[in-house]
Each structure stands twice: as structure tokens, then as C-alpha cells.
């Protein structure tokens, strides 16, 4: 995968497929540090030990009709090669919690990608799963919670038309809210 945030949209893919009711993902930029930190944390069924050792292997995975798993294993080897590190904590029951972290300068480090269509993605994602999105940089944050867009939608499906329209409004414009909190020359 050639950007940061298509690995994003794999994990969460799987967290829904594990059962999550409630997703986390959170974008950490610190320039002083030179560091980018992404997280996505799940509420879903979790790994046992024994999965936990093989979910780094891309030759494994859970999902039926599959033969390979390269999601987990393409991020943990992007970011060892940017001399970053990909850390899986997971308990069965619990939820499953993936962090990764790169140097922000380092040549090899793919763009970050698409954040306008990645949230809109997530948005739509909560269809099946509630979404805390959150964008932290030098301090600041954008958070973005699915939980209160339904409280305003009511019982009004993300999917119905007027709704979809809704939705790709106020995301461009919080997204203009960031590029404009957040512009890319620091």
C-alpha cells in the first residue's frame, strides 16, 4: 500500500470484521520529534496468544477463503524500514490495539493519502461500527466522533442521500479546518 491511511482503512475493515462496536483511530504528528504515530484501537473479540505470535506473518490470516494476511505485515515492514516500529497488543475478549511509528523526515516514508476520503470512508464504516477519529499535531487536535453524528442525525441512516451529501460537506470542512490548524509547512 502506497499511503499511510490505506493501511488505516485495512485495520478498521478488520476490527468491524472482529465484531467492534467501537473503533479508535488517532494520527500523531510531533515535528519536533520527527515522529508520526498512528493508532487503531478496537473494542472487538481480540487474539489469543497463539494468533497474536502469527498475525505478523503474512502467510497467515483468519479470514476464510484467504491464503496470506499482508495487511499487519506490509505496515510493520513500512515502518521498519522507515526505522520506525509496529507494536499488536491484543487480548481474546477485549479488543486489539495496533501502533505504529515512524520517522516523519525519513525518505522511504509513503504519504500519509487521502484524509478527505479516508474519514469519509471511516464515516461511512460506523454504519456497522462507531468511529472516534482524532488528528493530533504539535499539541492540537481534530477529533471527529461518528457517536455525535448519529445523535444529530436521529434514526436518519448515514446512507439515505441527503444524508450522504451532509456528510461530504461538513468532512471538507473539517478538513479545511485542519489543513488550515494544521498547514503542511511547519
Same mark, same amino acid.
Given at each position: 500500500?502506497?499511503?499511510?491511511?490505506?493501511h488505516v482503512l485495512d485495520i478498521?475493515?478488520?476490527?468491524?470484521?472482529?465484531?467492534a462496536s467501537l473503533i479508535s483511530v488517532e494520527i500523531r504528528e510531533r515535528i519536533k520529534e520527527?515522529?508520526?504515530? +498512528? /493508532?487503531?484501537?478496537?473494542?472487538?473479540?481480540?487474539?489469543d496468544e497463539e494468533t497474536l505470535k502469527m498475525v505478523e506473518d503474512p502467510f497467515f490470516t483468519t479470514k476464510?477463503? *484467504? *491464503?496470506?494476511?499482508?495487511? +499487519?505485515?506490509?505496515l510493520k515492514q513500512t515502518a521498519l524500514s522507515t526505522g520506525g516500529d509496529l507494536k499488536v497488543k491484543s487480548?481474546?475478549? *477485549?479488543? /486489539?490495539? +495496533? *501502533?505504529?511509528?515512524?520517522?516523519?523526515?525519513?525518505?522511504d516514508l509513503p504519504p500519509?493519502?487521502?484524509l478527505r476520503g479516508t474519514i469519509l470512508a471511516l464515516v461511512y464504516a460506523s454504519e456497522r461500527a462507531d468511529i472516534l477519529f482524532r488528528y493530533l499535531k504539535n499539541g492540537r487536535e481534530l477529533v471527529l466522533d461518528t457517536r455525535e453524528i448519529k445523535a444529530i442525525l436521529n434514526d436518519v441512516p448515514l446512507s439515505h442521500p441527503s444524508v450522504i451529501k451532509f456528510l461530504r460537506e461538513f468532512i471538507n470542512e473539517k478538513v479545511k479546518e485542519l489543513e488550515r490548524i494544521f498547514p503542511e509547512q511547519d
Open positions: 500500500m502506497d499511503e499511510l491511511l490505506l478498521v475493515q478488520n476490527s468491524i470484521s472482529a465484531g520527527d515522529l508520526l504515530e +498512528i /493508532t487503531v484501537e478496537d473494542n472487538g473479540r481480540g487474539m476464510s477463503g *484467504k *491464503k496470506v494476511g499482508l495487511g +499487519i505485515p506490509l487480548q481474546a475478549g *477485549k479488543g /486489539t490495539r +495496533i *501502533k505504529a511509528q515512524f520517522p516523519r523526515s525519513h525518505i500519509l493519502g487521502d
